[in-house]
Structure formats: structure tokens, C-alpha cells
């Protein structure tokens, strides 16, 4: 299931079929819906056992008919973006959680080609997305960066050892309730989730500057760039800054 906010701030969260509202199932105590009931318009398709290329519901398309189509429209209205140059036109780069609620190119007003948009799960300083980072400052002349996690990040709701058991027991889509994720697949499963770091959070402030230290310390990471460390609040849509991780990445 797709995670939302938590107004009750204790139990893992649902949501109606409206869209219009996000609750705890266990707070709220609704009763007489299903599961299924409780999971948002756009994926409660995909999770019909037996449905491999799910139609989105009232469109009669496929996901991948809708982006193509979409694609369609945006190539027809192109214009002058194919004038954009290769490196970003307001010179920085957003490392961000890639949760589908995040717009970076809203909450931080972003229009095509200005600036380096870096995502990952939880948004972490992995060695990957540092690969990234020093490219886009090596190559294409970055000069700041930003560390953008957000609350209520499905990377707090799991540690390392469940999704090594989750994915050892079967490959398929866990489920998510008050309890956690548990795993209802018939396997097999796989034992190299453990060879993996799944960079889980445990406090995102504390995460934050974590990553931006990370960062700052980097070999291959000038000190005269740079990093803000933020919180994106997904109830207010508001950019929160983390003192420590503003610290931790001062330029010098």
C-alpha cells in the first residue's frame, strides 16, 4: 500500500478511495471497508492479483498507453526547450527522496534545464547519488547543493534486517498495514537483500545531516561548495531547515 501522512502521529496510514483525505485505519476505526478500499485511486488497480498490465480505471489504458500518450503531448509543444544547454542554467543540484508525493520542480520552483534533480529512496548520500553530485559539479559547474528528505518517509517504517527477511521469503509486493510490511508472496525468495545497505531512517532530522556530513567530508567534494540540509513537510508542502546539517555543510 502507498504510504501517506499520519495525522494520528502513532499508526501506519491508509487512505479513502476518494483521494480527499488521509487517515489511520487503526485511529479511526473505519470499518466495512477492505484493504483494497483503502488504497489510493491511481495504484488500487495494481493490486488485483492476476492483472499484468493493470487499465487505469475510467480510461481503459494501460500505464504505459497513458505515458505515451502524455509524451505525445508534451513533444508537440517542445519548442525551445531543444535550445537548452547541457549544464543547469541556475547552476545546483536537489539530492531528494523519491516518493511520488515530492515535486521538486514545484516546492522548489524548477522549469526544465535549471538545475540537477538527484533522487533515490529516502533521498540518501549513497555512493551513487555522491557519483552524481561530483559530476554535476565537475562537468556541469554546479556551485550548491540541497539534501532534501521529507516526513513521513516509507524509509522510517522499516530497518534493514525486515526487508532482508521480506525479500527473503518471496519477491513479491509486501503489504502494509497498523503492523508493518509483511510479506504474502509464495516465493521463492532471494538471500542478497543482506549484502545490500538500505540506508533506513530512524530519525529524519538526524538523517539529514548525516547525508550532508557525508557529503561535506567527500574526497572528491570541493569545501567551497555549499550544502543545505531540508525537511519537506508533506502536509504543508513547506521546506524546513535542518540547523545541523546547515552547519555541517558551510562552505569554506
Known amino acids: ?146 539534501v532534501i528528505h521529507h516526513s513521513n518517509c516509507g524509509m522510517e517504517f522499516f530497518t534493514d534486517e525486515v526487508m532482508r527477511g521480506l525479500l527473503s521469503k518471496s519477491l513479491e509486493t509486501a503489504e502494509l498495514s497498523a503492523e508493518g510490511f509483511t510479506d504474502i508472496g509464495t516465493g521463492p525468495g532471494s538471500p542478497e537483500g543482506k549484502y545490500i545497505d538500505w540506508l533506513t531512517i530512524s530519525d529524519n532530522a538526524t538523517s539529514v545531516a548525516e547525508d550532508v556530513q557525508r557529503i561535506r567530508n567527500h574526497p572528491l567534494v570541493p569545501r567551497g561548495i555549499p550544502i543545505y540540509g531540508y525537511i519537506y513537510d508533506v502536509s504543508t508542502g513547506r521546506l524546513v531547515e535542518i540547523p545541523a546539517a546547515t552547519k555541517a555543510g558551510k562552505a569554506s
Open 1 to 146: 500500500m502507498p504510504i501517506f501522512a499520519l495525522p494520528c502521529g502513532q499508526h501506519l496510514p491508509q487512505r479513502c478511495l476518494t483521494g480527499t483525505h488521509g487517515f489511520c485505519k487503526v485511529c479511526a476505526g473505519v470499518s466495512g471497508l477492505s484493504d483494497l478500499d483503502l488504497i489510493s485511486p491511481s495504484l488500487r488497480v495494481t493490486h488485483q492479483r492476476g492483472n499484468k498490465s493493470p487499465k487505469l480505471k475510467g480510461l481503459g489504458m494501460s500505464v504505459l498507453e497513458e505515458v505515451l500518450s502524455a509524451n505525445e503531448t508534451y513533444a508537440a509543444g517542445f519548442g525551445e526547450k531543444s535550445q537548452l544547454s547541457l549544464p543547469p542554467a541556475r547552476g545546483f543540484a536537489i539530492l531528494t527522496c523519491m516518493d511520488a508525493r515530492l515535486d521538486p520542480a514545484k516546492y522548489a520552483g524548477l522549469a526544465e534545464g535549471d538545475a540537477h534533480v538527484i533522487r533515490n529512496a529516502g533521498g540518501r548520500a549513497s555512493d551513487d547519488a555522491i557519483r552524481s553530485l561530483v559530476i554535476s559539479y565537475k562537468l556541469l559547474g554546479t556551485k550548491e547543493w540541497f
